[in-house]
């Protein structure tokens, strides 16, 4: 048929494709080569120089030939251009250093007088030592890594009255720096640039940095062996994965936590498993029997039928009801108070404390008149005959930010009075073979449940806001927030960093990440709308109008540094948003006052608990900070790319530079302290939190910043020079010591502080409180990852004598952290198997364990 493929015949022989060349051997022999390298008849004839003869290009090809050369010259001109631009800028920056170097001896004309920038006496809330945390002025020994890091200390006047002679005070404070212009301090985008067109020397917290325990694992030679025989890495590796993949695996893998339903996964019938129809078998979450409860609840869950035995620790009272009695409310809010607005003073306590009473009043069991022993009537107005999850109430709640920011505190209230480790999400009925990554976790039921004899007995378990401390608010704040997800108000920020820190005390890191995010995504609107009003340079016209919003703001903003930072410097491949880029620009600060603080006129006691709360919050910050510039300049490839043994000469000694002014910074932050909060090494870990927490970043960073130097000693890489190699040597020594000293921080808090302290075998005496407790358990297991590589190290040997690493000490130090693991893992699948690598390691050092 004309215009038709012709089709060769049944039968007919296809003709031969020839080849397009052959091997040297198989063209003498003038044979068929089928052009492999080497060809079939070399590797037959054990051949070793299969080789080919260049084939010149087709005459056809020789105007591509021509392109790929014009392609290939402008890649070379570009190149050179960008290296002679690279040159340049190396030349500018190296002037600029030196300029501000020169420029830190005196005050210019166009800067601030000290006088000018701290003022003796100002306004009521500048009097106070909240605002310790304005800091204006820069540490001026950071030396090549121009990083901005500030001392708070610096602005602190009031307190540092009675810690310095005013000679010495005055003298700190001269010799601080300060930006030319407020041009220089202002950047109202994310690009990095400033408002003249030029680049800023800092770029926040980078994704994909090295820092981790798990990336150690991995990339340190000497730790080979330290996961052998763990199933989970076995499975892993199986399936094609990394050493340092496991805590995204297992983390993503097992889902997230069901507010309203029972245990924790993922919803599979959502057609991105399986075809997402009717007879389909990838769902998770079949369809409960008649009269049972879904296992992601429904969105009109009733109230458990019938009276409950006694309270629930989720929050609901024996009517089934949230407990909203104003002893409860008043109970909680206490509880949120003492253990996370002393981290992260965010909320205004006085507008919060009026936010919770308002609240009871309106649905509390006194809102409106009940009879006892009334049976409760399903709403008509619901769905299926059921009410609204909001009738758990005794009155419905309205759907409002404030009743979410409320129940938020109050789950926060709730699980932060739980003192022994908290119960985990009950297991799904599961065959053995579907454990995740060959994870496994005892079933939480309750001893009315003790079985799976029937699929409806599976979804009577109790439900998540029935068992786990604080779920019951949790899950009606949330539902809230869901409708509110595109709110930008500082409300919103605030919302979403209460549920981020809730879900953090079950160590569900994605999930408090998550809500992390969405506030960091809401203060950058705020932080732009806002930028001239709260930048750290020179008050504009009309400041004072909003200036404790704008403190909130603040407070806002270094709450989404910090709390972001703190999981992405343990999660490292999860992608940082754009807050931290701004953290040299926003000013610390003041402190959320009360009215009747504002209102008094009163200077206020330089010794009290808000005062210390303010001071340490600002320090937590200034750490952070540091941290972070660390975080970038030495486990983000800026100077080493791959294995450090493959690193030039030249990197390393830059690296060398970068570390020792780092840790300048470091050690004049200390040095700076009030005497009230310095400490020897040494010292027993402090029983106070807040101080257990500075110390612990302290450490850490201490660590992190040295722990490069160890990996160059343990791995026989040298820096050619007597100097550096004796800062190696100190380096290594120091960092052993600091991981030590970073695992027990927290060891004795809650204590009596004059009780007897037994070092490395004495644990917090109740759950430790932390605002990212996978994220500190996981960098203590990863300082017990170095000390055991180095304990293993014949290397290090003799160096050992020199630190506080001794048999003793390690084999305890292995016990403590094994045991203070083990307490988190029943809700954490990562730090179980950092316990379960560690006892592994255990067994290879220590044979008798």
């Given at each position: 048929?004309?215009?038709?493929?012709?089709?060769?015949?049944?039968?007919?022989?296809?003709?031969?494709?020839?080849?397009?060349q052959?091997?040297?051997?198989?063209?003498?022999?003038?044979?068929?080569?089928?052009?492999q390298?080497?060809?079939?008849?070399?590797?037959?004839?054990?051949?070793?120089?299969?080789?080919?003869?260049?084939?010149?290009?087709?005459k056809?090809?020789?105007?591509?030939?021509?392109?790929?050369?014009?392609?290939?010259?402008?890649?070379?001109?570009?190149?050179?251009?960008?290296?002679?631009?690279?040159?340049?800028?190396?030349?500018?920056?190296?002037?600029?250093?030196?300029?501000?170097?020169?420029?830190?001896?005196?005050?210019?004309?166009?800067?601030?007088?000290?006088?000018?920038?701290?003022?003796?006496?100002?306004?009521v809330?500048?009097?106070?030592?909240?605002?310790?945390?304005?800091?204006?002025?820069?540490?001026?020994?950071?030396?090549?890594?121009?990083?901005?890091?500030?001392?708070?200390?610096?602005?602190?006047?009031?307190?540092?009255?009675?810690?310095?002679?005013?000679?010495?005070?005055?003298?700190?404070?001269?010799?601080?720096?300060?930006?030319?212009?407020?041009?220089?301090?202002?950047?109202?985008?994310s690009?990095?640039?400033?408002?003249?067109?030029?680049?800023?020397?800092?770029?926040?917290i980078?994704?994909?940095?090295?820092?981790?325990?798990?990336?150690?694992?991995?990339?340190?030679?000497c730790?080979?062996?330290?996961?052998?025989?763990?199933?989970?890495?076995?499975?892993?590796?199986?399936?094609?994965?990394?050493?340092?993949?496991?805590?995204?695996k297992?983390?993503?893998?097992?889902g997230?936590?069901?507010?309203?339903?029972?245990?924790?996964?993922?919803?599979k019938?959502?057609?991105?498993?399986?075809?997402?129809?009717?007879?389909?078998?990838?769902?998770d979450?079949?369809?409960?029997?008649?009269?049972?409860?879904?296992?992601?609840?429904?969105?009109?869950?009733?109230?458990?039928?019938?009276?409950?035995?006694?309270?629930?620790?989720?929050?609901?009272?024996?009517?089934?009801?949230?407990?909203?009695?104003?002893?409860?409310?008043?109970?909680?809010?206490?509880?949120?108070?003492?253990h996370?607005?002393?981290?992260?003073?965010?909320?205004?306590?006085?507008?919060?404390?009026?936010?919770?009473?308002?609240?009871?009043?309106?649905?509390?069991?006194?809102?409106?008149?009940?009879?006892?022993?009334?049976?409760?009537?399903?709403?008509?107005?619901?769905?299926?005959?059921?009410?609204?999850?909001?009738?758990?109430?005794?009155?419905?709640?309205?759907?409002?930010?404030?009743?979410a920011?409320?129940?938020?505190?109050?789950?926060?209230?709730?699980?932060?009075?739980?003192?022994?480790?908290?119960?985990?999400?009950?297991?799904?009925?599961?065959?053995?073979?579907?454990?995740?990554?060959?994870?496994?976790?005892a079933?939480?039921?309750?001893?009315?449940n003790?079985?799976?004899?029937?699929?409806?007995?599976?979804?009577?378990r109790?439900?998540?806001?029935?068992?786990?401390?604080?779920?019951?608010?949790?899950?009606?704040?949330?539902?809230?927030?869901?409708?509110?997800?595109?709110?930008?108000?500082?409300?919103?920020?605030?919302?979403?960093?209460?549920?981020g820190?809730?879900?953090?005390?079950?160590?569900?890191?994605?999930?408090?990440?998550?809500?992390?995010?969405?506030?960091?995504?809401?203060?950058?609107?705020?932080?732009?709308?806002?930028?001239?009003?709260?930048?750290?340079?020179?008050?504009?016209?009309?400041?004072?109008?909003?200036?404790?919003?704008?403190?909130?703001?603040?407070?806002?903003?270094?709450?989404?540094?910090?709390l972001?930072?703190?999981?992405?410097?343990?999660?490292?491949?999860?992608t940082?948003?754009?807050?931290?880029?701004?953290?040299?620009?926003?000013?610390?600060?003041?402190?959320?006052?009360?009215?009747?603080?504002?209102?008094?006129?009163?200077?206020?006691?330089?010794?009290?608990?808000?005062?210390?709360?303010?001071?340490?919050?600002?320090?937590?910050?200034?750490?952070?900070?540091?941290?972070?510039?660390?975080?970038?300049?030495?486990?983000?490839?800026?100077?080493?790319?791959?294995?450090?043994?493959?690193?030039?000469?030249?990197?390393?000694?830059?690296?060398?530079?970068?570390?020792?002014?780092?840790?300048?910074?470091?050690?004049?932050?200390?040095?700076?302290?009030?005497?009230?909060?310095?400490w020897?090494?040494?010292?027993?870990?402090?029983?106070?939190l807040?101080?257990a927490?500075?110390?612990?970043?302290?450490?850490?960073?201490?660590?992190?910043?040295?722990?490069?130097?160890?990996?160059?000693?343990?791995?026989?890489?040298?820096?050619?020079?007597?100097?550096?190699?004796?800062?190696?040597?100190?380096?290594?020594?120091?960092c052993?010591?600091?991981?030590?000293?970073?695992?027990?921080?927290?060891?004795?808090?809650?204590?009596?502080?004059?009780?007897?302290?037994?070092?490395?075998?004495?644990?917090?005496?109740?759950?430790?409180?932390?605002?990212?407790?996978?994220g500190?358990?996981?960098?203590?297991?990863?300082?017990?990852?170095?000390l055991?590589?180095?304990?293993?190290?014949?290397?290090?040997?003799?160096?050992?004598?020199?630190?506080?690493?001794?048999?003793?000490?390690?084999?305890?130090?292995?016990?403590?952290?094994?045991?203070?693991?083990?307490?988190?893992?029943?809700?954490?699948?990562?730090?179980?198997?950092?316990?379960?690598?560690l006892?592994?390691?255990?067994?290879?050092?220590?044979?008798?364990?």
């Amino acid at each position: 048929m004309a215009g038709s493929p012709a089709y060769a015949a049944p039968g007919t022989r296809r003709k031969q494709v020839r080849a397009q060349q052959a091997c040297n051997h198989c063209r003498q022999r003038k044979q068929k080569c089928d052009e492999q390298k080497p060809c079939q008849f070399c590797r037959d004839n054990n051949i070793p120089d299969c080789t080919y003869k260049e084939v010149p290009p087709p005459k056809q090809d020789k105007s591509m030939q021509q392109l790929q050369s014009s392609v290939n010259h402008i890649q070379d001109t570009l190149a050179a251009f960008i290296e002679g631009f690279n040159t340049w800028k190396r030349e500018v920056d190296s002037r600029n250093q030196q300029s501000k170097v020169s420029d830190s001896v005196g005050t210019p004309s166009n800067q601030l007088s000290p006088e000018q920038t701290y003022p003796v006496r100002g306004s009521v809330s500048e009097r106070s030592l909240s605002h310790v945390g304005t800091p204006q002025g820069r540490l001026p020994f950071l030396g090549p890594t121009s990083v901005k890091t500030e001392s708070p200390i610096m602005h602190m006047s009031p307190l540092s009255a009675h810690a310095h002679t005013p000679g010495t005070y005055d003298h700190i404070v001269a010799s601080v720096q300060h930006p030319s212009t407020p041009a220089d301090s202002i950047r109202t985008d994310s690009s990095g640039a400033k408002q003249d067109g030029s680049k800023t020397d800092t770029s926040g917290i980078q994704g994909d940095h090295a820092t981790p325990a798990h990336k150690v694992l991995q990339d340190w030679k000497c730790m080979t062996g330290f996961c052998d025989g763990i199933e989970t890495i076995r499975i892993l590796k199986e399936q094609g994965h990394n050493i340092s993949d496991y805590p995204m695996k297992l983390e993503y893998a097992r889902g997230i936590v069901r507010p309203f339903g029972v245990g924790e996964g993922n919803d599979k019938s959502d057609g991105s498993q399986a075809p997402a129809t009717p007879c389909s078998q990838a769902s998770d979450t079949p369809s409960p029997p008649g009269g049972g409860t879904a296992m992601w609840g429904t969105l009109s869950t009733p109230p458990p039928d019938g009276i409950l035995l006694e309270d629930t620790p989720g929050g609901l009272g024996r009517d089934g009801y949230l407990k909203l009695d104003e002893d409860t409310l008043t109970r909680l809010l206490g509880s949120y108070q003492k253990h996370i607005h002393t981290l992260h003073p965010f909320l205004n306590p006085g507008e919060l404390r009026r936010m919770v009473k308002a609240f009871g009043r309106n649905y509390g069991p006194n809102g409106h008149t009940r009879s006892a022993g009334t049976k409760r009537k399903r709403s008509a107005g619901g769905v299926n005959g059921f009410p609204s999850p909001f009738l758990f109430a005794h009155h419905s709640i309205e759907r409002s930010l404030s009743n979410a920011i409320v129940l938020l505190v109050l789950a926060l209230g709730k699980v932060c009075e739980w003192k022994s480790p908290l119960p985990a999400p009950q297991a799904d009925k599961a065959p053995p073979e579907s454990t995740l990554y060959g994870f496994k976790r005892a079933s939480l039921r309750n001893a009315n449940n003790t079985s799976f004899s029937s699929d409806y007995e599976d979804e009577r378990r109790a439900r998540n806001m029935e068992i786990l401390p604080g779920m019951a608010y949790f899950s009606m704040a949330t539902d809230i927030l869901g409708n509110q997800i595109g709110g930008n108000t500082t409300g919103h920020a605030q919302a979403m960093l209460l549920a981020g820190l809730y879900m953090g005390q079950y160590a569900r890191v994605l999930e408090s990440w998550s809500w992390i995010n969405s506030a960091c995504r809401v203060c950058l609107v705020l932080v732009k709308e806002e930028l001239p009003f709260i930048r750290r340079l020179g008050p504009l016209k009309g400041e004072e109008k909003d200036k404790n919003r704008r403190n909130v703001i603040k407070c806002v903003y270094w709450t989404c540094l910090q709390l972001e930072s703190d999981i992405i410097a343990e999660m490292s491949n999860l992608t940082p948003t754009d807050i931290s880029k701004y953290w040299d620009e926003i000013a610390y600060p003041e402190g959320v006052l009360d009215d009747d603080e504002l209102r008094s006129g009163q200077e206020l006691d330089h010794t009290s608990e808000h005062v210390k709360m303010m001071f340490l919050y600002s320090m937590q910050i200034y750490l952070r900070t540091l941290l972070n510039s660390a975080h970038n300049a030495l486990y983000n490839g800026k100077y080493i790319k791959g294995n450090l043994d493959l690193a030039d000469h030249d990197s390393l000694i830059k690296l060398a530079a970068e570390a020792r002014s780092l840790q300048e910074g470091l050690r004049a932050w200390r040095n700076r302290l009030p005497p009230e909060y310095r400490w020897n090494d040494g010292d027993p870990p402090s029983t106070d939190l807040n101080i257990a927490r500075l110390r612990a970043k302290y450490y850490g960073g201490k660590y992190m910043i040295h722990r490069t130097f160890l990996n160059m000693l343990l791995h026989n890489i040298s820096l050619n020079s007597n100097k550096l190699t004796a800062q190696m040597l100190e380096s290594a020594t120091t960092c052993i010591d600091s991981a030590i000293y970073s695992t027990i921080a927290f060891d004795r808090v809650g204590m009596d502080p004059g009780s007897k302290y037994e070092p490395f075998v004495d644990l917090p005496r109740d759950r430790l409180i932390v605002t990212n407790i996978m994220g500190t358990l996981h960098a203590q297991f990863g300082n017990m990852t170095v000390l055991c590589s180095v304990f293993k190290s014949r290397k290090c040997g003799e160096m050992l004598r020199f630190t506080k690493l001794t048999r003793e000490v390690m084999e305890l130090l292995i016990v403590r952290t094994i045991k203070i693991l083990r307490s988190v893992g029943d809700n954490s699948p990562i730090l179980t198997l950092d316990a379960d690598i560690l006892e592994n390691v255990q067994r290879q050092l220590f044979p008798k364990h």
